[in-house]
């Protein structure tokens, strides 16, 4: 037991990489492996939720056409491009400012949250929604929604660049809005008649647990150089960052 408690200590290398992978594999593996296993089994009480969300939201907007363009305007905005845009911009200023191994997190959690869930949809292969007069279509599989992955990827990745630039005030700001949005995504999405909200669900997951795993990852290669402990969550990926990407008085030449 003690060499097990020892493995699994964050306070050394071996445990901090283990306690990494099992929290990683357990936040991803186990409601995503139980989502997959309703939705290819069409598990009864799951399939109803999914057909009642579907069949009540497309109603909705095909009987209030403001609402179905407000949709429209909310899964157009915030769409896939929107967010690898935003993210790669925010990459390139990090880059520009040599906080490079922030940005090397940053572009890897948008890349690679990408890559996973279009594999998730070509793997799984589900079906979209089909419903007569529909106010939208998308091409492609359904399962999990590529909006609300992506959406959740870059939403958590700028909240977390974000983090330690700001005050108390801005971070419940930020926060709200890293939150709201990926969730408003979502809800689009299935108010379009365009995905299933186990979809939108299994997005959500996937985000989530993507950025969760880098973000515990960069934790982990921080202590291992020799940086102080940090609340990624409150504080976070890289609690340095103010003071090296925008240190008073002027250039930056601290390597991150």
Known sequence: MNWLRRRFDPQSRLGLRLTVAVAALTLIGVPFTVLLVFVKTSFGPLTRIDEGAAHNLHAYAYTNPAFAQFMRLVSD???PWT????????VAWLVWRRAYHLALWAGTTITVGGLLGLVLKILVARARPHLPDPVAIAPGASFPSGHTVNATLGAGILLLLVLPLVRERGRGIAWTLAVLIPLLVGFSRIALGVHW???????????VAVVAATCAAFET????????PAQP??????????????P?????????
């Open 248 to 256: 008073q008085g002027g250039r930056v030449g601290h390597r991150s």
């Open 77 to 79: 905005v915030f769409q």
């Open 221 to 228: 290669w921080r202590r291992e150089v020799g940086r102080r």
């Open 83 to 90: 967010w690898r845009i935003a993210v790669g911009a925010a």
């Open 197 to 207: 909200f186990s979809d939108v669900v299994a997005g959500l997951v996937v985000g």
């Open 233 to 246: 969550l409150r504080e976070g990926v890289g609690p340095e960052t103010k003071r090296e990407v925008a």
